[in-house]
């Protein structure tokens, strides 16, 4: 299923939402792409006025939503220096969090980079393994998001992405975040 965009989208769900696309969104947001020459910031935009993103981070400071992003992104708390630098950002008004997502995970090294790139792996594999109409419709709500992101949150090194995506850790994985639905 993998397709021009699935990448670019599959890191944008993990940085806003910690979890993998879903079916039906990844087709949708791919036509979004594909009509727009490829401007992720049209979706990036969309997923930072989404009710999925407002339930997310309701109530959350600018200094939360960032460390949140740091979470999704590299499973790890924000430093110090990087937490009061796009905090303050914000809070200038100098950027959004839409420009924070798309930066942040753009200055990934290291550890951060890895573990992002990790995440967005398995988020792909998931979303590919969803391959019968029934997992596509049971990924979906509230509790079947908790569960998915119950799965990126153990995914934290290039390892933990390999033994994530085996055939059987993978099916074992759709059927328990179907289930949770």
């Not at 979890?19 to 791919?30: I, K, M, Q």
Request: proline content about 2%; charged content about 15%.
């Amino acid at each position: 299923m993998a397709t021009t965009y699935h990448t670019q989208l599959q890191q944008l769900y993990v940085a806003y939402f910690n979890r993998p696309a879903d079916f039906a969104g990844l087709n949708y947001w791919e036509g979004i792409l594909e009509g727009n020459g490829g401007n992720t910031a049209v979706v990036s935009a969309a997923f930072a006025g989404s009710a999925e993103y407002m339930t997310e981070y309701a109530g959350m400071g600018n200094a939360d939503k960032i460390n949140q992003i740091y979470i999704n992104l590299f499973g790890r708390a924000a430093e110090p220096s990087g937490l009061a630098y796009w905090a303050k950002l914000l809070d200038d008004k100098v950027i959004t969090v839409d420009n924070a997502v798309n930066e942040i995970a753009k200055a990934a090294q290291g550890t951060d980079d890895v573990a992002f790139k990790a995440k967005v792996t398995v988020a792909s594999a998931f979303t590919n393994a969803l391959n019968t109409p029934a997992e596509q419709a049971g990924y979906s709500g509230e509790l079947a998001n908790d569960a998915a992101k119950a799965l990126l949150a153990t995914i934290k090194t290039a390892a933990d992405a390999t033994k994530a995506v085996v055939p059987a850790a993978l099916d074992a994985s759709v059927v328990a975040v179907v289930k949770a639905a």
